[in-house]
């Protein structure tokens, strides 16, 4: 019988992160062929990714720009993916998540009736433009995808109330099968400035933000009050890796450059990015991914944004949702530095979003879709 091709598309760092684990278990796996696509869209961030998982791409469209819009994404991806999916002729094409990536790389695979699947579908807000814009990306990829790997039963329930067509499964969220390579106890960072701080007697909080919605007075605001917890707490060390949008370099550094105990650095692979959440005190994002590692990892998580597709780690206690005012971050971070037993309240290991065999379920989801397996998979949680 012949393999079954799937071409997996993807173009930023967390999508790549995310699927690196897939495409390497599809690859070991008899009945498939697994080929991958990168659109470019990040470019040092993706291609840190490729290194870490030693995955080489069979294609990439190298559609990054400085300053890119969202338009010149999705135009660009989808015209270079006329090309790929003429050559390759995949029999499915996997995509990842919410972002242009993702929405013009579906789009692509419809316009050449190549069925799709969607990996990590089904997170909503509800709100188009928060966040924007993946809570639109996300929705629109859920009509045109047959295939629906949820994280969690949450995330099928959201898609069976919007009566979404496609078979629709629930696998756990594969970054977690990724954190069962990344996080090591006996892990030594590779990045000078992590191997000087004193985990065992300061503070550290690691910090990232990158959001679109969050560009202009959100994110000043977001950095302000980190300005302020600096100052203020000569117990901590803030350690920054900065998002290489120049947009955000720009508000970053105008108000963090200098600030005493702010350790800005540039990003940093996943390998050191995992086991540097793994032995901090707590972590503030905007990211969506870290609000899916750090409850792993019993880190408690500020989420500096108004809203969360993810509500399971906030169910649980390890998750609080910040918001993008000054005077509320400061408040909720104070309290998880200084009162003992809210931290422990909510520094509780929790693993809402998988078991580390998320990949094994969207295979054989896979193959059984196609005919080539009889069962198909038990659910994650089930
Ligand atoms: C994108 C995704 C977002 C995801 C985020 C992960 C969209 C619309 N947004 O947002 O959903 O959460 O990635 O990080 O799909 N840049 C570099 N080198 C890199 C990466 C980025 O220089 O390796 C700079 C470029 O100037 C680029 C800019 O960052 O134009 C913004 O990148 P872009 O992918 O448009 O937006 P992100 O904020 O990264
Ligand atoms: N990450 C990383 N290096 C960094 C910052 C983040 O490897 O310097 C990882 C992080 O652990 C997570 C992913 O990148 O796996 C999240 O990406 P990002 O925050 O850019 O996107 P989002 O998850 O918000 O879409």
Same mark, same amino acid.
Request: charged fraction near 25%.
């Given at each position: 019988?012949?393999?079954?091709?799937?071409?997996?598309?993807?173009?930023?760092?967390?999508? +790549?992160?995310?699927?690196?684990?897939?495409?390497?278990?599809?690859?070991?796996?008899?009945?498939?062929?697994?080929?991958?696509?990168?659109?470019?869209?990040?470019?040092?961030?993706? #291609?840190?990714?490729? #290194?870490?998982?030693?995955?080489?791409?069979?294609?990439?469209? /190298?559609?990054?720009?400085?300053?890119?819009?969202? *338009?010149?994404?999705?135009?660009? $991806?989808?015209?270079?993916?006329?090309?790929?999916?003429?050559?390759? %002729?995949?029999?499915?094409?996997?995509?990842?998540?919410?972002? *242009?990536?993702?929405?013009?790389?579906?789009?692509?695979?419809?316009?050449?009736?190549?069925?799709?699947?969607?990996?990590?579908?089904?997170?909503?807000?509800?709100?188009?433009? *928060?966040?924007?814009?993946?809570?639109?990306?996300?929705?629109?990829?859920?009509?045109? +995808?047959? &295939?629906?790997?949820?994280?969690?039963?949450?995330?099928?329930?959201? &898609?069976?109330?919007?009566?979404?067509?496609?078979?629709?499964?629930? $696998?756990? /969220?594969?970054?977690?099968?990724?954190? %069962?390579? $990344?996080?090591?106890?006996?892990?030594?960072?590779?990045?000078? =400035?992590?191997?000087? &701080? !004193?985990?065992?007697?300061?503070?550290?909080?690691?910090?990232?933000?990158?959001?679109?919605? /969050?560009?202009? @007075?959100?994110?000043?605001?977001?950095?302000?009050?980190?300005?302020?917890?600096?100052?203020?707490?000569?117990?901590? =060390?803030?350690?920054?890796?900065?998002?290489?949008?120049?947009?955000?370099?720009?508000?970053?550094?105008?108000?963090?450059?200098?600030?005493?105990?702010?350790?800005?650095?540039?990003?940093?692979?996943? =390998?050191?990015?995992?086991?540097?959440?793994?032995?901090?005190?707590?972590?503030?994002?905007?990211?969506?991914?870290?609000?899916?590692?750090?409850?792993?990892?019993?880190?408690?998580?500020?989420?500096?944004?108004?809203?969360?597709?993810?509500?399971?780690?906030?169910?649980?206690?390890?998750?609080?949702?910040?918001?993008?005012?000054?005077?509320?971050?400061?408040?909720?971070?104070?309290?998880?530095? $200084?009162?003992?037993?809210?931290?422990?309240?909510?520094?509780?290991?929790?693993?809402?979003?998988?078991?580390?065999?998320?990949?094994?379920?969207?295979? %054989?989801?896979?193959?059984?879709?196609?005919?080539?397996?009889? @069962?198909?998979?038990? !659910?994650?949680?089930?």
């Amino acid at each position: 019988m012949n393999k079954l091709k799937v071409l997996s598309v993807f173009g930023t760092r967390p999508e +790549a992160i995310k699927m690196a684990p897939l495409v390497k278990y599809l690859a070991a796996l008899p009945e498939f062929e697994s080929l991958c696509c990168l659109t470019g869209q990040h470019r040092e961030m993706l #291609d840190s990714v490729m #290194d870490i998982f030693h995955l080489r791409a069979d294609y990439d469209l /190298n559609i990054m720009q400085e300053r890119q819009t969202l *338009s010149s994404i999705t135009s660009r $991806t989808i015209l270079g993916m006329d090309e790929v999916i003429a050559k390759a %002729q995949p029999d499915l094409i996997l995509v990842h998540g919410d972002t *242009s990536t993702t929405f013009a790389g579906a789009l692509s695979a419809f316009y050449h009736r190549v069925p799709v699947g969607h990996v990590e579908a089904g997170l909503r807000t509800l709100d188009k433009y *928060s966040p924007y814009p993946e809570e639109m990306n996300r929705t629109l990829v859920g009509d045109i +995808a047959e &295939l629906h790997f949820c994280p969690t039963a949450n995330n099928l329930r959201n &898609l069976e109330r919007e009566a979404v067509a496609g078979e629709k499964f629930i $696998t756990g /969220n594969t970054v977690i099968d990724a954190m %069962q390579t $990344t996080v090591r106890p006996d892990f030594v960072f590779s990045v000078p =400035e992590l191997n000087e &701080l !004193d985990f065992g007697g300061r503070k550290v909080i690691t910090v990232t933000c990158h959001r679109r919605e /969050n560009y202009g @007075e959100p994110m000043r605001n977001i950095m302000e009050a980190l300005r302020e917890l600096a100052l203020t707490h000569p117990e901590l =060390e803030i350690v920054y890796p900065v998002h290489l949008s120049p947009v955000v370099r720009e508000c970053v550094f105008g108000i963090l450059r200098d600030v005493p105990r702010v350790h800005l650095i540039d990003p940093i692979d996943v =390998e050191n990015m995992h086991n540097l959440m793994a032995r901090c005190c707590f972590v503030m994002t905007d990211s969506g991914g870290l609000q899916e590692e750090a409850p792993a990892l019993g880190k408690p998580v500020l989420v500096l944004r108004r809203e969360t597709e993810r509500p399971e780690a906030v169910k649980a206690g390890t998750v609080k949702l910040a918001g993008v005012e000054k005077a509320e971050i400061l408040r909720l971070a104070e309290m998880l530095l $200084t009162d003992e037993a809210a931290y422990n309240a909510m520094a509780r290991a929790v693993n809402p979003y998988g078991d580390g065999h998320a990949c094994q379920r969207i295979a %054989q989801a896979i193959a059984w879709h196609f005919g080539r397996s009889a @069962e198909k998979p038990a !659910d994650f949680g089930a």
